[in-house]
């Protein structure tokens, strides 16, 4: 059974933790040469900032650091086996910031320059043996950082390069500049000339140095985002360039081309990440930089610190260390590309407010290899990770859960699949179930990565998961609450808190979530869970209410569990008292009466069960943060570890009000508990105590062991074990060894759960084992099962016809790559990726193809193959269509037949035949193949299409298409084809000239023997219907009957006469007034008109006696026209018939 887990308190309910303490170390005498339990840290003297080279010229490396505010320290290397000498140099006028290294003076020795808070640099010339000479002072106002000492004018000699210009206002009100201090070089070594400055704009730190565009002249980076100024050689800088790598960021050569290159995170620090990713920017000759693709990193850590490092002394290859709540180590290739290496359990603190921020360093080791130092505040001691020059560390290796963006909830440790090792069961900030399963080493390999609920971005609560049999299939499950989120301004509910179920499958992995149940509150805390009503299932109660941000109503809430995974409604219970602006933490849950019915206590109320889901409740009367409820003395009565000491249950709910033991030593290095986990863990069959507690600075939290009697006295070991990052860490006693007697293993290992430090505030989850030494060495785990399924993407295929074969590999998020194979004929080979892992093949000839895939396992899972699937090999079923461009034409006329054919990208060709003879044969290009082709004789022909097949698909031929062929010729047709008209008058018709066969010649037309009086006209007189047919007008003309009469004319010359006789004889007035001439000519006139009347009375008086001519006209009567339409070369003729009637 897994230890008691661990429980996190408020950070403000701390004070009384020197009693508990001073109870504790007070029986110390037994465990003052306690060999370790855990495994200790490798130790080093700590000093904040401290370089390392060699100041004595032994070829040992040294230490240097600022040691007070005058005054600077050498730590002298005497070997591995003695402890290193101390030389102190004093006699400093400023107060010293940042400490570099290098021979200023050339005189084989190394010097130290420092930057002063007063705005000067310093600088100490070496004497070769630890101490250093009086310092000499040069102005550099404003100076922040120090870069590495680098020859900027290329005279041979160390120049200083500074950064100055920080301001503590908001907004920055000062310049930031990069100050530039030459070296006087050959005529004063070592002294400093007058500053210049260069102006940059995104701050002044952090600063470095490298030669980005390959000239051989150093240039600086500077700021966030990093700005580069090129340098000219000459101790002077051009304009920044600007990057988008902004902190933590490095400055090395990461693909070994001679150029500096940059890495940075392309998330830091935000108070909500999403997973972070590394970005490469690689120096070219012109400045510039090109940017390759992201590398992601695992997890959702939240890094503060990148470190540039190589395996060796004499390495190349540039690796990367990432420094958060854990370290996780980026292996390089040298080109520029890094892949995930082990993570470890080891960081270093970064206090806001203090001159202590996170620090880490290399150190060369005296055979070569790289270690890493990590500065631990307010402690005598650097933490040191031992490298061991292929770039891994001796160091406890962590887990990093795949979490995703946001703070996860914390983890609970349970065995998920039966074989009495301690599991991870965790959720991530979206609700996502992961499960991790121990492998028996102290490692975890995840198996279940579930997705869950959409946990709302504004929430400020984690889920919160806990594990238990709830569905009484004798397998562990989990239940998730997501707490909800609330409107902090207008005091209302935005989300309610949810909760979820996975039921387990008893191998350590689950099944999709269930529906989400809606709480109707907000701010769901961490449930107890038990059998509350005697029903034997278990129930939940759920606390409510209460955050750092704001006031909301709080309670609690009783769910009855159904014993399937689901809940009865909800019923309100009494609360204890929340004396916390934390969310509600109901304490534990534990028979506290001996009545056989669970009981819970915490806040210092205990809440007695009835056995129905109600309780009664009643006031603890003990001050302090309870941390654990079990039977300390044996006596079978629960009791009480609080802060301030143990208390001894009386076993009637009730509790001895005064600690079973006190005492009045304290413990200054220490702030408070942050929780307790109980357990054996030396093997005497006796509960002790693991105590995490928090540091002074609330950097840090550290594991404390203390060894029971099993009759309720302690005594503390005095052993030092690893920190842990965050204020809020926590550490579990579990059982992880597979070399020990499980399941009942009475020699606890523990892990350690790193948490938020106040640079980040955000928690991470990494889990670090720690194994107990008491036990046999653990051995390597068997790999986990792994199951591979193979899928293809077509159920039969054409031989060359490409097919994409599928493999799902399932097990503990297994990688490497898998092989896919037919017979002894390996197909190809794929990386797996999230699970699965695709090939593209093909197989050439016709057959069937049984096909597997080799999973080749990892380290985690065991290798495994699909079952074999069969892959049909066939050609495809083609098929033919023909079609023809008209299906009647005359001889010699152009015609086109289409053949399109289907299958898989047929190729080849068609072949176009009738009855009797083979028409011709067409390529194929992209399925139709066409053949323009000419019939030179009249007749009927029945046409198909055969393609012949290809290596794909078969041979197909198409239906019979008829083609009608005629010999040339035409038809006329007259539109209307009679016509009645009056005499004299014209009749017309359209001539319709239609062409058969393909006919293209002209047609002139005539026409036959007309009536008398009639004429015919053609517009146009001839049509050629090589379109189509043409169209001419006939036009036919008649004429009207007459005859010639001369009588008419005499009849008007008698009427002039007698016209001129009247007018004389009824006017003698005017007659006689006329002159004698007049008279004689009037007399004359009408002489003549007396003869014409004479004349024509003769003429008229017998008209029988007049035979005058006469034209008949066009007959009357119907009349038909012969129309002739003739081809104009005269082998064809055609005639139609028009009738015309005259009336």
Same mark, same amino acid.
């Given at each position: 059974m897994t230890?008691?887990?661990?429980?996190?308190?408020?950070?403000?309910?701390?004070?009384?933790l020197?009693?508990l303490?001073?109870? +504790?170390?007070?029986?110390?005498?037994?465990?003052?040469?306690?060999?370790?339990?855990y495994?200790?840290?490798?130790?080093?003297?700590?000093?904040?900032?401290e370089?390392?080279?060699?100041?004595?010229?032994?070829?040992?490396?040294?230490?240097?650091?600022?040691?007070?505010?005058?005054a600077?320290?050498?730590?002298?290397n005497?070997?591995?086996?003695?402890?290193?000498?101390?030389?102190?140099?004093?006699?400093?006028?400023?107060?010293?910031?940042?400490?570099?290294v290098?021979?200023?003076?050339?005189?084989?020795?190394l010097?130290?320059?420092?930057?002063?808070?007063?705005?000067?640099v310093?600088?100490?010339?070496?004497?070769g043996?630890?101490?250093f000479?009086?310092?000499?002072?040069?102005?550099?106002?404003?100076?922040?950082?120090?870069?590495?000492?680098?020859?900027?004018?290329?005279?041979?000699?160390?120049?200083?390069?500074?950064?100055a210009?920080?301001?503590t206002?908001?907004?920055?009100?000062?310049?930031?500049?990069?100050v530039?201090?030459?070296n006087?070089?050959a005529?004063?070594?070592?002294?400093?000339?007058?500053?210049?400055?260069?102006?940059?704009?995104?701050?002044?730190?952090?600063?470095?140095i490298?030669d980005?565009?390959g000239?051989?002249?150093?240039?600086?980076?500077?700021?966030?985002?990093?700005?580069?100024?090129?340098?000219?050689g000459?101790?002077?800088?051009?304009?920044p360039?600007?990057?988008?790598?902004a902190?933590?960021y490095?400055?090395?050569?990461?693909?070994?081309d001679g150029?500096?290159?940059?890495?940075?995170l392309?998330?830091p620090?935000?108070?909500?990440?999403?997973?972070?990713s590394?970005?490469?920017?690689?120096?070219?000759?012109?400045?510039?930089?090109?940017?390759?693709?992201?590398?992601?990193?695992?997890?959702s850590?939240?890094f503060?610190?990148l470190?540039?490092?190589?395996?060796?002394?004499?390495?190349s290859? @540039?690796?990367?260390?990432?420094?958060?709540?854990?370290?996780?180590?980026?292996l390089?290739?040298?080109?520029?590309?890094?892949?995930?290496?082990?993570?470890?359990?080891?960081?270093?603190?970064?206090v806001?407010?203090?001159? *202590?921020?996170a620090?880490?360093?290399?150190?060369?080791a005296?055979?070569?290899?790289?270690?890493?130092?990590?500065?631990?505040?307010?402690?005598?001691?650097?933490?040191?990770?031992?490298?061991?020059?292929?770039?891994?560390?001796?160091?406890?290796?962590?887990?990093?859960?795949?979490?995703g963006?946001?703070?996860?909830?914390a983890?609970?440790?349970v065995d998920?699949?039966?074989?009495?090792?301690?599991?991870?069961?965790?959720?991530?900030?979206?609700?996502?179930?992961?499960?991790?399963?121990? $492998?028996?080493?102290?490692?975890f390999t995840?198996?279940?990565?579930?997705?869950?609920?959409?946990?709302?971005?504004?929430s400020?609560?984690?889920?919160?998961?806990?594990?238990g049999?709830?569905?009484?299939?004798?397998?562990?499950?989990?239940?998730?609450?997501?707490?909800?989120?609330?409107?902090?301004?207008?005091?209302?509910?935005?989300?309610?808190?949810?909760?979820?179920?996975?039921?387990?499958?008893?191998?350590?992995?689950?099944?999709?979530?269930?529906?989400?149940?809606?709480?109707s509150?907000?701010?769901a805390?961490?449930? +107890?869970?038990?059998?509350?009503?005697?029903?034997?299932?278990?129930?939940?109660?759920?606390?409510?209410?209460?955050?750092? $941000?704001q006031?909301?109503?709080?309670?609690?809430?009783?769910?009855?569990?159904?014993g399937?995974?689901?809940?009865?409604?909800?019923?309100?219970?009494?609360?204890?008292?929340n004396?916390?602006?934390?969310?509600?933490?109901?304490?534990?849950?534990?028979?506290?009466?001996n009545?056989?019915k669970?009981?819970?206590?915490?806040?210092n109320? @205990?809440s007695?069960?009835?056995?129905?889901?109600t309780?009664?409740?009643?006031?603890?009367g003990?001050?302090?943060?309870?941390? =654990?409820v079990?039977d300390?003395?044996?006596?079978?009565?629960?009791?009480l570890l609080?802060?301030?000491?143990?208390?001894?249950?009386?076993?009637?709910?009730?509790?001895?009000?005064?600690?079973?033991?006190i005492?009045?030593?304290?413990?200054?290095?220490?702030?408070?508990?942050?929780?307790?986990?109980?357990g054996?863990?030396?093997?005497d069959?006796?509960?002790?105590?693991?105590?995490?507690v +928090?540091?002074?600075?609330?950097?840090?939290?550290?594991?404390?062991?203390?060894f029971?009697?099993?009759k309720?006295?302690?005594?503390?070991?005095?052993? &030092?074990y690893?920190?842990?990052?965050?204020?809020s =860490?926590?550490?579990?006693?579990? $059982?992880?060894?597979?070399?020990?007697?499980?399941?009942?293993?009475?020699?606890?290992?523990?892990?350690?759960?790193s948490?938020?430090?106040y640079?980040?505030?955000?928690?991470?989850?990494?889990v670090?084992?720690?194994?107990?030494?008491?036990?046999?060495?653990?051995i390597?785990?068997?790999? +986990?099962?792994?199951k591979?399924?193979?899928?293809?993407?077509a159920?039969?295929?054409?031989?060359g016809?490409? %097919?994409?074969?599928?493999? &799902?590999?399932?097990?503990?998020?297994?990688?490497?790559?898998?092989?896919?194979?037919?017979?002894?004929t390996?197909?190809?080979?794929?990386?797996?990726?999230?699970?699965?892992?695709?090939?593209?093949?093909?197989?050439?000839?016709?057959?069937?193809?049984?096909?597997v895939?080799?999973?080749?396992?990892?380290?985690n899972?065991?290798?495994?193959?699909?079952n074999?699937?069969?892959?049909?090999? *066939?050609?495809?079923?083609?098929?033919?269509?023909?079609?023809?461009?008209?299906?009647?034409?005359?001889?010699?006329q152009?015609l086109?037949?289409?053949?399109?054919?289907?299958?898989?990208?047929?190729?080849?060709?068609?072949?176009?035949?009738?009855?009797?003879?083979?028409?011709?044969?067409?390529?194929?290009?992209n399925?139709? *193949?066409?053949?323009?082709f000419?019939?030179t004789?009249?007749?009927?022909?029945?046409?198909?299409a055969s393609?012949?097949?290809d290596?794909?698909?078969?041979?197909?031929?198409s239906?019979?298409v008829?083609?009608?062929?005629?010999?040339?010729?035409?038809?006329i047709?007259?539109?209307?084809?009679?016509?009645?008209i009056?005499?004299?008058?014209s009749?017309t018709?359209t001539?319709?000239?239609?062409?058969?066969?393909?006919?293209?010649g002209?047609?002139?037309?005539?026409?036959?023997?007309?009536?008398?009086?009639?004429?015919?006209?053609?517009?146009?007189?001839?049509? &050629?219907?090589?379109?189509?047919a043409?169209?001419?007008v %006939?036009?036919?003309?008649?004429?009207?009957?007459?005859?010639?009469?001369l009588?008419?004319?005499?009849?008007?010359?008698?009427?002039? *006469?007698?016209?001129?006789?009247?007018?004389?004889?009824?006017?003698?007035?005017?007659?006689?007034?006329?002159?004698? $001439?007049?008279?004689?000519?009037?007399?004359?006139?009408? %002489?003549?008109?007396?003869g014409l009347?004479?004349?024509?009375?003769c003429?008229?008086?017998?008209?029988?006696?007049?035979?005058?001519?006469?034209?008949?006209?066009?007959?009357a009567?119907p009349?038909?026209i &012969?129309?002739?339409?003739?081809?104009s070369?005269?082998?064809?003729?055609?005639?139609?018939?028009?009738?015309?009637?005259?009336?």
């Amino acid at each position: 059974m897994t230890a008691t887990p661990w429980f996190k308190i408020p950070p403000g309910a701390r004070s009384l933790l020197a009693l508990l303490f001073a109870t +504790l170390l007070s029986l110390t005498a037994l465990a003052q040469t306690q060999t370790p339990i855990y495994p200790v840290p490798s130790l080093s003297p700590a000093f904040a900032g401290e370089v390392t080279g060699d100041f004595n010229g032994d070829g040992l490396p040294d230490q240097v650091y600022i040691s007070s505010a005058t005054a600077i320290t050498v730590l002298l290397n005497q070997g591995a086996t003695n402890p290193p000498t101390s030389v102190v140099t004093g006699g400093l006028t400023c107060t010293p910031q940042n400490l570099v290294v290098g021979d200023m003076n050339k005189d084989t020795k190394l010097d130290v320059v420092l930057t002063c808070q007063e705005g000067f640099v310093a600088v100490l010339f070496g004497n070769g043996d630890g101490t250093f000479q009086t310092p000499s002072y040069q102005a550099a106002p404003g100076v922040t950082t120090i870069a590495p000492l680098v020859d900027l004018n290329g005279d041979g000699y160390l120049d200083v390069a500074v950064g100055a210009g920080a301001s503590t206002s908001i907004p920055p009100s000062q310049t930031y500049t990069v100050v530039v201090l030459l070296n006087k070089g050959a005529s004063t070594p070592g002294t400093l000339a007058s500053p210049k400055s260069f102006t940059v704009t995104n701050g002044s730190s952090p600063i470095g140095i490298g030669d980005f565009n390959g000239d051989s002249k150093q240039d600086i980076i500077i700021g966030s985002p990093a700005q580069v100024l090129l340098g000219n050689g000459d101790g002077t800088l051009q304009t920044p360039i600007q990057t988008a790598a902004a902190t933590p960021y490095v400055a090395a050569d990461l693909n070994n081309d001679g150029l500096t290159d940059i890495a940075y995170l392309s998330q830091p620090y935000t108070s909500l990440p999403a997973p972070a990713s590394m970005q490469i920017l690689l120096g070219a000759s012109n400045g510039s930089f090109t940017t390759t693709p992201s590398q992601p990193i695992p997890g959702s850590e939240n890094f503060s610190l990148l470190l540039p490092f190589k395996n060796t002394a004499s390495s190349s290859i @540039v690796n990367l260390a990432l420094v958060g709540s854990d370290t996780l180590i980026l292996l390089g290739d040298g080109t520029g590309k890094f892949t995930s290496g082990p993570a470890y359990g080891v960081s270093a603190p970064s206090v806001v407010g203090t001159v *202590a921020t996170a620090t880490v360093s290399t150190q060369t080791a005296a055979n070569g290899n790289t270690n890493l130092v990590f500065y631990q505040h307010n402690s005598s001691q650097n933490l040191l990770m031992p490298g061991n020059g292929d770039g891994t560390f001796q160091a406890p290796l962590t887990t990093i859960p795949p979490y995703g963006p946001g703070v996860p909830g914390a983890p609970v440790f349970v065995d998920l699949n039966g074989d009495g090792l301690t599991d991870i069961l965790a959720v991530d900030f979206g609700g996502n179930l992961i499960a991790s399963l121990g $492998r028996g080493n102290g490692s975890f390999t995840t198996t279940t990565h579930n997705t869950g609920g959409t946990q709302p971005q504004v929430s400020f609560s984690s889920p919160v998961i806990v594990s238990g049999d709830f569905n009484g299939d004798g397998k562990p499950d989990a239940i998730v609450i997501l707490p909800g989120a609330a409107d902090e301004g207008n005091q209302t509910i935005v989300e309610n808190a949810q909760m979820f179920f996975y039921a387990g499958n008893g191998d350590g992995t689950f099944k999709p979530g269930s529906a989400p149940v809606l709480l109707s509150v907000f701010g769901a805390g961490t449930p +107890l869970v038990g059998d509350f009503n005697g029903d034997g299932k278990l129930d939940l109660i759920v606390p409510y209410g209460g955050t750092l $941000r704001q006031s909301t109503p709080s309670g609690t809430l009783f769910f009855a569990g159904k014993g399937d995974g689901t809940f009865a409604a909800s019923v309100s219970i009494p609360t204890p008292a929340n004396t916390s602006n934390l969310p509600a933490n109901l304490g534990f849950a534990a028979d506290l009466n001996n009545d056989g019915k669970l009981d819970f206590v915490g806040q210092n109320t @205990v809440s007695l069960g009835n056995g129905d889901g109600t309780f009664q409740q009643q006031p603890l009367g003990i001050p302090g943060t309870l941390l =654990a409820v079990t039977d300390l003395n044996g006596d079978g009565k629960p009791d009480l570890l609080i802060e301030n000491g143990v208390y001894l249950g009386n076993g009637d709910g009730t509790f001895q009000t005064s600690p079973y033991f006190i005492g009045s030593n304290s413990m200054a290095l220490y702030a408070g508990p942050i929780g307790a986990s109980i357990g054996d863990i030396n093997g005497d069959g006796n509960p002790d105590i693991l105590l995490q507690v +928090l540091t002074r600075d609330e950097s840090t939290s550290q594991p404390l062991v203390f060894f029971g009697d099993g009759k309720g006295n302690f005594v503390a070991d005095p052993n &030092t074990y690893y920190p842990s990052a965050g204020f809020s =860490a926590t550490a579990t006693l579990a $059982r992880l060894n597979n070399q020990a007697p499980l399941p009942n293993d009475n020699k606890l290992d523990y892990v350690s759960v790193s948490s938020a430090s106040y640079a980040s505030g955000l928690s991470t989850g990494a889990v670090t084992p720690f194994l107990n030494l008491l036990n046999p060495a653990s051995i390597p785990p068997a790999p +986990l099962p792994s199951k591979t399924v193979l899928t293809a993407s077509a159920s039969s295929v054409a031989p060359g016809q490409q %097919l994409t074969l599928t493999a &799902t590999v399932t097990g503990a998020i297994p990688t490497g790559s898998v092989t896919f194979v037919t017979g002894t004929t390996n197909l190809g080979t794929a990386s797996i990726t999230n699970g699965t892992a695709a090939i593209t093949t093909s197989f050439a000839a016709i057959g069937t193809y049984p096909v597997v895939v080799n999973y080749a396992g990892d380290a985690n899972n065991a290798a495994s193959s699909s079952n074999a699937i069969s892959i049909p090999v *066939a050609l495809v079923t083609s098929t033919t269509t023909l079609s023809v461009s008209t299906n009647s034409a005359g001889t010699n006329q152009h015609l086109t037949f289409t053949a399109t054919v289907s299958g898989l990208n047929p190729t080849g060709t068609v072949t176009f035949a009738s009855a009797t003879a083979t028409l011709g044969t067409a390529s194929i290009t992209n399925g139709v *193949a066409t053949l323009p082709f000419t019939f030179t004789t009249a007749g009927s022909y029945a046409v198909t299409a055969s393609y012949a097949g290809d290596v794909d698909n078969s041979s197909s031929t198409s239906a019979t298409v008829t083609v009608a062929i005629a010999t040339p010729d035409y038809s006329i047709t007259a539109s209307p084809s009679s016509a009645t008209i009056s005499p004299g008058q014209s009749a017309t018709t359209t001539l319709t000239v239609t062409p058969v066969g393909g006919y293209g010649g002209t047609v002139k037309f005539s026409c036959g023997t007309l009536p008398s009086g009639a004429t015919c006209t053609f517009a146009p007189a001839s049509v &050629t219907p090589t379109s189509g047919a043409a169209t001419s007008v %006939l036009t036919i003309t008649t004429t009207a009957p007459s005859t010639a009469r001369l009588r008419d004319r005499s009849l008007s010359l008698q009427g002039i *006469a007698w016209a001129s006789f009247i007018l004389l004889t009824l006017s003698p007035r005017k007659l006689r007034g006329l002159n004698r $001439r007049l008279a004689r000519a009037t007399l004359f006139t009408l %002489l003549l008109a007396a003869g014409l009347l004479s004349f024509s009375g003769c003429s008229s008086s017998s008209p029988s006696n007049n035979n005058p001519p006469t034209n008949p006209g066009t007959p009357a009567g119907p009349q038909t026209i &012969t129309l002739t339409g003739a081809d104009s070369s005269g082998n064809l003729s055609h005639a139609i018939n028009f009738q015309v009637t005259v009336q």
